[in-house]
């Protein structure tokens, strides 16, 4: 590995020196001394201690992306596009900006503060908090924080979100203006105070208004893995009445669709499916899906907006921003 001392030896100059020049501490350096500094740094492939310079400027340039929303145990959480797109446009932005990501998959409130204690990093982007222990150890931390698709409302923090409601309501009015009365709902595990909860409550507030009795035999909580998905599918067999299905998540809705073609059933003709999110595969899937659509990189580039702000103490205009949904339909429900 090469160190200061190396780059000191090949130019000439005293290791403070260039010391100096690679922590941008150079007004009394001359230019020519400068560009022999950065001359010798590429030649020699030297690579700075981020650790060593962290303790310089108690800064670590290291921003943690904590995952607390699905499990490391059921789904790998980059296989879902929807995070892909949200943490490939967080890291672009801290890139321009000097920053380095790190994911990190936190289940419990005792992992986030090993993590905490391992990594010394300046701030936090949380998918998954609810109003619990794990965000009590949250609520302690004194860095800049930023929930993504939270409803724990807090002053101190900020938070990017979703008309989860009203798009999983228009989803399933979608089915209802098509004649559809029979309509089942497939999510991951409802949490109250989540996204999930409000996409379910958005469900029910559309039967609600169309006067069709809510069927908790047609809810059905599973995992997005393929093996989950094709339970939720050998489920709905058990209910020829159904016609129609919200998904929470598009990821899900390929999954069952597949298990529903495998059981014989044909889509749209034998039963109507609505996703939500509007990721590459809503386009893919045979039928094309009809979906739910949200912008997944504006969600990214505010999330990190807001982190960017609050590192450099810019005052902020607002702590939450909740974005629109807007349905896109497809060829994955048929008008009865």
Same mark, same amino acid.
């Not at 740094?41 to 201690?49: E, F, R, S, T």
């Given at each position: 590995m090469v160190t200061i001392r190396d780059i000191a030896q090949a130019t000439g100059v005293s290791a403070t020196t260039v010391s100096n020049?690679?922590?941008?501490?150079?007004?009394?350096?001359?230019?020519?001394?400068?560009?022999?500094?950065?001359?010798?740094?590429?030649?020699?492939? %030297? !690579?700075?201690?981020?650790?060593?310079?962290?303790?310089?400027?108690?800064?670590?340039?290291?921003?943690?992306?904590?995952n607390h929303a699905i499990s490391r145990r059921?789904?790998?959480? $980059? &296989?879902?596009?929807?995070?892909?797109?949200? !943490?490939?446009?967080?890291?672009?932005?801290?890139? &321009?900006?000097? %920053? %380095?990501? $790190?994911?990190r998959t936190v289940?419990?409130?005792?992992?986030?503060?090993?993590?905490?204690?391992?990594?010394n990093v300046d701030g936090l982007f949380i998918t998954g908090i609810f109003k619990d222990k794990f965000f009590d150890s949250v609520a302690g931390l004194n860095i800049p924080i930023v929930f993504i698709d939270s409803y724990v409302r807090t002053p101190r923090f900020c938070n990017v979100g979703l008309e989860d409601f009203t798009g999983s309501y228009n989803a399933t009015r979608h089915l209802i203006e098509k004649g559809h009365r029979h309509i089942g709902f497939a999510s991951p595990s409802i949490k109250d105070g989540g996204v999930l909860q409000e996409r379910f409550l958005g469900y029910k507030a559309a039967l609600a208004e169309a006067s069709i009795p809510f069927d908790k035999s047609i809810v059905f909580q599973q995992g997005m893995d393929i093996a989950s998905c094709k339970i939720v599918s050998d489920e709905i067999l058990k209910h020829p009445e159904l016609t129609g299905l919200v998904v929470t998540a598009d990821l899900m809705a390929a999954g069952i669709m597949?298990?529903?073609?495998?059981?014989?059933?044909?889509?749209?003709?034998?039963?109507?499916?609505?996703?939500?999110?509007?990721?590459?595969?809503?386009?893919?899937?045979t039928p094309p899906l009809t979906t739910i659509r949200q912008d997944m990189s504006l969600k990214g580039r505010l999330a990190a907006?807001?982190?960017?702000?609050?590192?450099?103490?810019?005052?902020?205009?607002?702590?939450? !921003?909740?974005l629109p949904t807007k349905l896109i339909e497809r060829d994955s429900v048929k008008a009865l």
């Open positions: 020049v690679i922590h941008g501490k150079d007004n009394r350096v001359s230019a020519e001394t400068i560009q022999k500094i950065n001359t010798a740094i590429k030649q020699l492939g %030297y !690579v700075p201690n981020m650790s060593a310079r962290s303790l310089v400027s108690s800064s670590s340039k290291v921003i943690g992306f904590v059921t789904t790998n959480f $980059m &296989e879902d596009p929807f995070h892909s797109a949200i !943490v490939g446009e967080i890291e672009a932005a801290l890139f &321009e900006n000097g %920053y %380095y990501l $790190m994911l289940e419990t409130a005792e992992e986030l503060v090993t993590f905490l204690q391992n990594w597949t298990g529903l073609r495998v059981n014989g059933l044909r889509i749209p003709d034998d039963i109507s499916v609505v996703g939500f999110d509007d990721i590459n595969i809503a386009q893919l899937v907006d807001f982190m960017l702000q609050r590192l450099s103490g810019t005052p902020l205009d607002t702590m939450e !921003v909740t």
